[in-house]
């Protein structure tokens, strides 16, 4: 089973920056890949990015080049950091794991319980 811990949500000001974290426990051979994603209420979770354990990644549009996902494997840590920040990317984001790809879509059978980004205008 494994477990995944999001961590480094906050408030924002637009323009600025964030790092979140995901640590992750037990079943190795299922956190291959991993992603983060988020989501508004009312709205589906959203790929933000994706990467996996040879260090191969992808973003989706609204992020490329604002957002870098990484991955520590000696740490067992994910991380999200983001820059320029706008009011779009306030959102509940989460971080998912598979032994398989998934790529940006939500179809990872493991998640975290979420951090919240809030950014102001």
């Known amino acids: 089973q494994v477990q995944l811990v999001e961590t480094g949500g906050g408030s924002v000001q637009a323009g600025g920056s964030l790092r979140l974290s995901c640590a992750a426990s037990?079943?190795?051979?299922?956190?291959?890949?991993m992603g983060w994603f988020r989501q508004v209420p009312g709205k589906e979770r959203e790929g933000v990015a994706a990467?996996?354990?040879?260090?191969?990644?992808i973003y989706a549009n609204s992020v490329k080049g604002r957002f870098t996902i990484s991955n520590d494997n000696a740490k067992n840590t994910l991380y999200l950091q983001m820059k320029s920040l706008t009011p779009e990317d306030s959102a509940m984001y989460y971080c998912?794991?598979?032994?398989?790809?998934?790529?940006?879509?939500?179809?990872?059978?493991?998640w975290g319980q979420g951090t919240q980004v809030t950014v102001s205008s």
């Open positions: 998912a794991a598979d032994r398989i790809s998934c790529q940006l879509l939500p179809e990872y059978p493991y």
């Open positions: 037990g079943g190795t051979g299922y956190r291959s890949y």
């Open positions: 990467i996996d354990n040879w260090g191969v990644t």
